[in-house]
Every structure is written in C-alpha cells, then in structure tokens.
C-alpha cells in the first residue's frame, strides 16, 4: 500500500546529538540516515512499493510525490531546509489531500511520522489541536483525523527514551493513533549515542510494515510459489452479535474458470499482484521472513504455472475462480496496464459464497455440460418475476444529481402546455423522492422556483403555462399533500394549445 514519509524539519530538530564516538550530528541528520535505511529496504524487498515524501513545520510542502524510484526521494532528502515550529496538524491536513488526490478514498494508505518528540508550542500545538478537536465551529477548518481513506500511523521519534519531551508527547501520540482508527505504532530508540540505534530502528519498522505474503498458487497437480503484492490485510467482518477476522490462506486453489464479462466488477476488499518466486531462491531463504523480489524468474528455462494460467487466461478472457479461506474466495485474472504489458492479478472478495448476488451460491457453481443445451444461459440470470416497477429509482449522492433532475423539470415546464404529461410525471417523481428523505426544504424550494419562473414568463407564453406553474407550486406547499402516495394532477384548464 502507498506510505507517505511525513518528515519534521522545524528549528527542534537541528539540535546536536553528541554521539558515542565524539562526533557530534543533529536530530535531523539520524532521521534522514534512518529514512534512508527504511528506503534501502524497500529497494530490496518491497520495490512495488509507492512512497511520497512531504517535510512540515508550521506550513508542508510535498517535496516528492508517490514514486517507486527511491533514489529520488533520497536526493531530495538532501535538500531539505530547516524552518520554524512544529505543527502536526498542519502538516495532515495537506496530507489528506495529497492521498485523496492520488489514490481517493478507498486506497489503504500508511503513514510514518518522522519527528523528535516535540509537539509544539501555543495554538498550533498538538495538544491544543487535540484539545479543540470536538469544539470547533463550522467556519474553522475541522480535525483532519480520522482521514477519508484507511490509513495505518507510525511515529518514530528521534529522541531518547528518558527525555522529558517524549514522556509528554507519547499520549499525545498515542490519541493520533486511535483517532486514525486502525492499530499503529511508536517507535523509540533507547539512546541516540550511536546512530546504527536508529538505522537499527528504522529497518525494524520497514520490515513490520511490509512483510511479503509467501504461498502456493495450485490447480490439480499444478502449482506454484508465489508472492502478493501488496501483501493482504486480515479482514474483520462484524455483525450484529459477532465479529469474525479472516486470513487468507498460504495455499490459494483454483475451483475453476469463468468469463470475465460474466463475473462483472462485483464488491471487493483489495486487489494484489501475483508474483512467481524462483524455487531456488525461495529454498535459499526458507530461514528468513522476507523474499528478494530481484531475483526474477527466468521464464525461458525455468517452468512456471503462473507463467501458463496467466497466458491462458489472457487469451480466452476468462478468469479463475479460487479459494482463499474457508468459505472465502477471489479471482484471478489477466490485468493490464498499457497496451504492452499485463500481470497476473487477484481481487479478494468479502468473504462468503453468496457476495455475487448474479452468479448465487459460489460453492454450488458448476459446469456447462451438467445441463441441457437448452438450459444454459449467460450470467447475470434473469429472474422469472415481473418486476414490479418501471423506472430507475432517485439517487441523490452528489449535488450534481438533485440539481440534474431539477432542471429536467425545469426543461419541460418552458414548454408548456406541450409538455404537461412530462412535466407531472418528472415532478412526481422528484417529489416521493423527497418525501421518502423527509425533504420538505426542496418541495418549498421548488415551489419558489415554480413561481419565479411564472414571473418571467413572455408575453407570448402560452396561458395555460401560468396557470400549470403556479398550480404546482401550491401543491407543493400544501403540508396535506405530503403523503408520499399522493400524485399531483394537472391543473384542468380551458385553454388549448396552439
């Protein structure tokens, strides 16, 4: 998952640090050597990875943005300016709107707080900011935390473990953390008398942050060792008087093979590349909790089964349908991002075998030829039963919508007396919306926008178009007529249209 590198760069940061060996550095110096360890890593074991870069003080500024070339970042870590005070939330109010703009709402997003345990002084302190939080008015700008998009928080403090500061600080922390939403960490070195403290610090983190998912892809006798990336998360699924947390498995196993248009883009928790892992260096770290993704595959000499799935599932447009878990399932299919390239991808479902309301119960999916020529048809299935309406039903998500289906009404209402069935029906429809969301606001409103319209009629409008307006606008503001089953009926006039 994306992390953004939030690094601290106000005047506390500059101040000496007078190691073991008798040289003396900054706080600022240990953090960068430990960022660029923490990056180092990631070039090895993690380098799909995207990483973004932003310094704070009392402003931020996005010095680079979600790369995957870390060696950029550690250029610009060199150019990096000392300014005034800290100002945490600040500095997540930019963040927010850096992910959001890069990955939206749904993305998972870590974050790694890069400080010296100062949270600083006055209004723009943190404990100022967390104290106001639950206080403030519309008109100023709200707590940023918890963000839009899940996010996971880290704070290391380049600071010692005994210092005064710390001792304050880390509750202050620790509220962050929790008002993030999901389980984070603090990270402090006991000393700062050496630096390989801190490197040793960072290179522990980046190793709990992304430990690489190792497991077996199988199909019959076919199988292959693989490596998600991102690695999954652990999914809680809560119901009413449960809660449950799912783990996918180490041995992913193919049920069999659909159509991709069948499957469609039903609701999924999270989507990973697949990668093969080469067998040899797979037993070569058999001891250890990571694998090298360098060593690439050889696909000219060496047999792969993901290489073979994932040629035959290109070709014949299909995806396979796989278990992840017990009573959990995903797909695996061919997804590419330009014209020359494609990966082998899996998209992990809710779990359940029902999650696909079109394709029913998972575990009762069969094969063709277990029916009649006859009786095959193609997914979604439609049911038997009449449906039992006849149009779309109103969704208001975005304003844009509400303000769309008024001006549909507001189109047909100028061409009256032509459009009175149009006009009726439009209205209508707009007006049980309202009701069935308790909207009484917009049947006043519309009513005031009926009459202004009629105000500005020409003197060659049509008189019917009067009378049509303001007959709906009284409608509209009769509280008796805000039963949702009622239908208002066009005015009955004297008037022809010409």
Excluded at 128 to 144: E, M, N, V, Y
Excluded at 184 to 208: C, H, M, S, W, Y
Aim: hydrophobic residues 40%.
């Amino acid at each position: 998952m994306p992390t953004v590198i939030l690094l601290d760069v106000s005047l506390s940061m500059t101040r000496p640090v007078q190691l073991s060996d008798g040289t003396e550095t900054t706080r600022k110096q240990l953090a960068i050597s430990g960022i660029n360890t923490f990056l180092d890593h990631l070039s090895i074991h993690s380098k799909l990875e995207f990483i973004a870069l932003m310094a704070f003080s009392s402003l931020y500024e996005e010095r680079c943005p979600f790369t995957r070339d870390y060696s950029a970042i550690k250029a610009e870590l060199k150019n990096i300016e000392d300014y005034d005070k800290t100002c945490i939330e600040t500095a997540f109010h930019g963040l927010g709107q850096m992910v959001l703009g890069e990955w939206g709402n749904n993305t998972a997003c870590q974050i790694v707080l890069v400080t010296d345990g100062s949270t600083g002084i006055g209004s723009m302190s943190l404990k100022d900011s967390l104290a106001t939080a639950a206080q403030r008015s519309p008109s100023q700008p709200q707590f940023p935390l918890p963000f839009p998009f899940p996010v996971k928080l880290h704070v290391v403090c380049v600071a010692g473990a005994n210092e005064p500061c710390v001792a304050k600080a880390k509750p202050l922390y620790q509220r962050l953390i929790d008002l993030s939403g999901y389980d984070g960490t603090i990270q402090i070195p006991e000393n700062l008398q050496t630096e390989g403290n801190v490197t040793a610090l960072f290179q522990k983190l980046a190793e709990d942050m992304y430990t690489s998912f190792k497991g077996t892809l199988r199909c019959g006798n076919l199988e292959s060792k693989i490596v998600l990336s991102p690695a999954p998360l652990p999914f809680t699924k809560t119901t009413d008087f449960s809660t449950q947390t799912y783990n996918v498995s180490d041995l992913i196993e193919l049920c069999g093979f659909i159509a991709v248009a069948d499957i469609g883009s039903p609701m999924a928790i999270s989507r990973h590349l697949i990668l093969p892992t080469n067998t040899t260096a797979s037993q070569k770290e058999a001891n250890t909790n990571e694998i090298d993704l360098t060593d690439d595959v050889d696909e000219a000499s060496t047999p792969s089964f993901c290489v073979l799935l994932h040629g035959a599932l290109k070709v014949e447009n299909m995806a396979a349908l796989v278990t992840l878990g017990e009573n959990w399932f995903g797909f695996i299919y061919s997804w590419a991002d330009s014209k020359k390239k494609s990966n082998l991808m899996l998209t992990v479902l809710t779990p359940g075998s029902d999650v696909i309301p079109w394709l029913g119960d998972l575990n009762e999916l069969g094969t063709a030829d277990m029916y009649p020529p006859d009786q095959v048809g193609s997914f979604p299935i439609r049911p038997n039963e009449k449906r039992s309406y006849s149009q779309n039903g109103v969704v208001w998500i975005r304003q844009a919508g509400l303000q769309s289906d008024i001006q549909k009404i507001l189109r047909h209402a100028r061409k009256l007396p032509d459009k009175t069935q149009q006009f009726y029906k439009e209205l209508n429809r707009l007006r049980k919306a309202a009701v069935s969301l308790g909207f009484q606001d917009l049947l006043t409103g519309l009513a005031s926008i009926f009459e202004h319209e009629c105000m500005q009629l020409p003197g060659t409008a049509h008189p019917d178009s009067a009378l049509q307006l303001q007959h709906a606008a009284d409608m509209l503001r009769k509280s008796q007529n805000r039963d949702i089953k009622y239908i208002l009926m066009p005015l009955q006039t004297n008037y022809t249209a010409s």
